[in-house]
């Protein structure tokens, strides 16, 4: 057994080829990612073995240079065993509890196979396709599998002196080990079986492995073997009699009754299992050595793939394009050089973070005038001879966060870099002549990569930002919310046929002077692209009206930050210590163990091996057995201590992201400054880092009691406005059903309705459980829960769950309308759209998963409506920030969570304030039903009315 093959050949050596078992790697990858959350396109294709598949091939290259390498794959159609296997008439199987052997009619070779799955069956052309772009010859032949291909290529091979790893994890595959050809096993740590690796493995050298196989037979290809002799069984009998006809021929001398008879009736059987078993090496397959040569891989062809299947970090993984060519660099240009180039611009491009540093890069709008016409040549054969064009970059050296506002000194961070069509490089400071009035220039067009980065960091320098047309970031978010990144690398990899080349942590100058340039270059190619693509899916109206204005209303609400009162939140974080101690103890009393809480292995280790609670049916990785929130509070109903663990775990967390944190994260006035981000949720909300205010839980006690350390100025109060119920009242505008609304035309409470509605019960005497009840089916219902997750929530059985929510349609017959109409709807175009037209791509929605296709279903049902919310309150901010700006008021918006904003008000503002939020919320769009606003003032957050 070895762990490295010997890659470099001696002078006396030929190169070692890899033959790589196709097939047995794409079905493993394929069950593989089912453990996980399959994956697919935007457009629905699945795309899980694929990726698999392709890191495998990458991993293998990467690890071992095969000098020689081929792909062997297994046709459709009959093969040479199916016509031996049908002398096989019946067969025998041993019933282990009458101990009795069974006889029943044998089937055919590989009859227990099931039809392969249909979302696999559609990614083969796929995987083709990736094994063509990394120019991988593929090998096959009619008649034969892919192990008899393999092992006629192993034995020709390595006959010319060559020696060869068979790519694999099937066992059958140990038949071929010998000097000169090994098994590379890349899921085990790269294994490399020799002939003492096999006999370690199996319990018998190479040559004996077929005769152990054919008494074990095989239940996927239905090769019966010796029934109930097993695996330890078949490696016993073959040490002891060195072959299957050996121990049939002395099968009297085994001991075990059980094996002795299987051999003694099953002689014919077996023997024509050992046949089957067999891989055959005579395939007369025609083959060039020089086709398995290792070449680089078809980078076009790749692009072309992984851009169809969105597979962003293999985009970015491979080579930087041609046109991507090295720069030369002049780090000491003159200032006439620089005021040349400014001189000459007619557009700037910006851009915010890149490889994880803050930049921004603007780029003259011809700059790329030549490639662009080049790759329009088929529709534009007249277009114009492009001028000598010029690019800039903008980059700030980063530096340690602070949250003290930056002031602007003589000697700035940033520095510039201007590039030329003749591939030339300069790196100069902010302040080269010019820059300053390009800047500012609003007739001059700028394009940018994420707008509030780029403006944060002019700010200390006292640079006012105009003309900006395009921000990158936000484009892509239009065009798919669903993908997890919005960076300039990952926009980049997906919509252009180039990658931005790495940076390292802290770039030298020559890096910065290279990236920066390649970085405008990318902001400039995907301006155009991404702009036709958001006006062909009728979205410039989103971007203009709402994404594009909003980032400068959340740059002013980050400026202003929230006041926080350290105190408060100094106290809490005292006497919460001293409950989660107390909780640990009443843990470990009631466990009978001391052991890491926070450790879900020790945790797990306590729980289900010790204490013997009842193991659950989802395992983590490396089949640990799970202490999941959800698996918690199953046993939380049959024992004290998941119940307290789930409670501890609270109070940690709470302690550690907020009470504990938030002082820490204070400027010098005691606010704290969160980050808005436009593009990091699926339904279209805004999320917010550092730290992150949209989940402070407020239903709960603690959660309520963090809110109170939410302070204003001094001198000023809180104020908060809050839509009230919007999601259900979106639900009555989108279903148009009479009683929705009738019941928020006339103020009606919509849960003690739905409660008179659904469980019959008069509103007179209804107490406030029942109305509790029905607050969870109307909310269930806009989430599109099952009568699983409504039964949960409400502690109830299933059935009353369904019939609860089978009331519920058939009193709120417009909403089953509007949910099966959308369901439809998205099953036809795979998407889904709110009300202003924001789309979402849900593609699993015709997955034959059906935990998928469940997601993908209440996903579809919620988004017109948490979407349509998050699209409204956006409208609204931006015409809370106008007015408050255009009156001159001295009071802020401060924050945004979920359905809420959060005022500073100076008091002598609070009426007018109060009026002025609650009408432009309330009436910054028109729906069928009235929008309703609660606005409140306060000392703080928490109480707020």
Request: charged share 25%; proline share 6%; glycine share 4%.
């Amino acid at each position: 057994m070895a762990k490295t093959p010997d890659t470099k050949a001696s002078s006396e050596q030929k190169p070692p080829i890899y033959l790589l078992d196709s097939m047995a790697f794409i079905f493993r990858a394929y069950h593989a990612m089912q453990r996980q959350r399959p994956m697919s396109t935007r457009s629905g294709i699945p795309t899980a073995a694929t990726y698999v598949f392709v890191n495998m091939i990458n991993k293998l290259r990467k690890d071992f240079s095969p000098h020689y390498l081929a792909a062997v794959y297994d046709l459709s159609g009959p093969v040479f065993r199916d016509e031996r296997a049908r002398e096989m008439k019946s067969v025998k199987k041993f019933n282990i509890k009458t101990q009795q052997f069974e006889e029943t009619d044998y089937l055919g070779y590989k009859a227990n196979r099931t039809e392969m799955p249909a979302d696999l069956a559609q990614q083969l052309p796929f995987i083709r396709r990736a094994l063509e772009a990394f120019r991988i010859p593929i090998l096959s032949y009619e008649g034969f599998e892919a192990d008899d291909v393999i092992g006629t290529l192993s034995c020709k091979l390595s006959a010319l002196g060559h020696k060869v790893y068979v790519v694999s994890s099937d066992k059958d595959m140990m038949q071929l080990v010998n000097e000169d050809v090994l098994i590379l096993n890349p899921t085990k740590d790269n294994l490399i079986l020799d002939s003492a690796g096999v006999e370690a493995a199996l319990g018998v050298l190479p040559e004996r492995v077929i005769d152990v196989m054919a008494l074990r037979g095989d239940s996927i290809d239905n090769i019966p073997g010796a029934p109930g002799i097993g695996d330890k069984g078949s490696v016993e009998l073959i040490q002891q009699f060195g072959t299957v006809e050996a121990a049939l021929d002395r099968a009297d001398e085994v001991k075990r009754k059980t094996y002795r008879e299987s051999l003694q009736n099953n002689r014919d059987n077996i023997l024509l299992s050992k046949e089957l078993v067999t891989i055959h090496t005579g395939v007369p397959i025609e083959y060039e050595l020089d086709d398995m040569l290792t070449q680089a891989p078809d980078n076009a062809a790749c692009r072309e793939l992984f851009s169809e299947l969105e597979f962003t970090t293999l985009l970015k993984e491979l080579a930087p394009s041609t046109s991507n060519a090295p720069l030369t660099y002049n780090l000491q240009p003159t200032p006439e050089q620089i005021a040349a180039l400014l001189a000459d611009a007619r557009s700037i491009d910006l851009s915010g973070r890149v490889n994880g540093l803050t930049v921004a890069v603007f780029e003259d709008a011809r700059a790329l005038a030549e490639e662009v016409a080049t790759d329009l040549s088929t529709e534009q054969e007249t277009e114009p001879e492009p001028p000598p064009s010029q690019s800039m970059s903008l980059f700030e050296t980063p530096e340690p966060k602070s949250p003290e506002p930056k002031v602007s000194t003589g000697a700035s961070v940033f520095q510039i870099g201007l590039t030329t069509s003749a591939d030339f490089a300069i790196v100069v400071s902010l302040h080269a002549p010019g820059l300053r009035e390009a800047l500012e220039d609003p007739t001059l067009p700028k394009h940018a990569h994420d707008l509030k980065a780029v403006l944060r960091a002019l700010e200390p320098h006292r640079i006012d930002l105009a003309g900006v047309r395009d921000d990158v970031m936000l484009y892509s978010y239009l065009v798919n919310p669903t993908h997890g990144s919005h960076t300039l690398p990952d926009v980049t990899a997906r919509f252009t046929d180039r990658a931005l080349s790495p940076a390292s942590k802290t770039p030298t100058e020559s890096e910065i002077a290279n990236l920066l340039p390649e970085a405008a270059n990318a902001i400039h190619r995907l301006s155009g692209t991404l702009r036709s693509q958001i006006e062909s899916a009728h979205l410039t109206h989103i971007y203009e009206t709402m994404d594009l204005p909003l980032v400068s209303v959340l740059l002013r609400m980050e400026q202003a930050g929230v006041r926080i009162d350290s105190a408060v939140l100094g106290e809490m974080s005292s006497r919460l210590a001293v409950d989660i101690d107390n909780l640990a103890e009443r843990i470990y009393a009631d466990s009978g163990h001391r052991f890491n809480i926070n450790s879900p292995k020790q945790l797990g280790e306590v729980l289900f091996n010790k204490m013997l609670l009842p193991k659950p049916m989802k395992y983590g990785k490396g089949k640990v057995v799970s202490t999941a929130q959800d698996v918690l509070e199953e046993l939380a109903e049959h024992h004290a201590v998941p119940a307290l663990v789930l409670e501890y775990r609270q109070l940690a967390k709470l302690k550690s992201t907020y009470i504990d944190s938030l002082p820490q994260l204070t400027d010098s006035l005691g606010r704290v400054h969160t980050t808005f981000n436009q593009v990091g949720t699926a339904t279209g909300r805004l999320s917010s880092t550092n730290p992150n205010l949209q989940n402070i839980p407020v239903r709960t006690a603690l959660g309520r009691e963090i809110r109170a350390a939410f302070i204003p100025a001094p001198g000023n109060v809180l104020m908060s406005a809050d839509y009230s119920q919007i999601e259900l009242r979106l639900m009555a505008h989108f279903s148009q059903d009479p009683l929705l609304l009738d019941a928020y035309r006339t103020g009606k409470d919509i849960h003690t309705l739905t409660a008179s509605e659904v469980f019959g019960v008069d509103a007179a005497t209804m107490d406030k459980e029942t109305r509790a009840r029905a607050k969870a089916v109307n909310f269930g219902i806009v989430y599109g829960i099952s009568p699983f997750g409504l039964a949960a929530q409400l502690n109830i059985d299933q059935k009353t769950a369904k019939t609860y929510i089978e009331t519920y349609f058939d009193r709120y017959k417009g909403v089953q309308r509007f949910i099966e109409e959308t369901l439809e709807t998205v099953r036809r175009d795979q998407s889904v759209k709110t009300h202003f037209g924001r789309i979402r791509p849900i593609p699993d929605i015709q997955s034959r998963n059906p935990n998928m296709r469940g997601f993908a279903e209440r996903t579809a049902i919620n988004t017109p409506l948490q979407g349509t919310a998050a699209d409204l309150i956006k409208l609204a901010m931006l015409k809370i920030d106008q007015i408050i700006r255009d009156r001159r008021l001295k009071s802020q918006m401060t924050l945004q969570v979920h359905d809420e904003l959060l005022f500073d008000v100076v008091p002598e503002e609070v009426q007018e304030l109060q009026e002025l939020v609650k009408q432009e919320m309330e009436h910054v769009a028109e729906f069928s039903i009235p929008i309703v606003a609660d606005v409140g003032v306060g000392p703080n957050w928490r109480d707020i009315k």
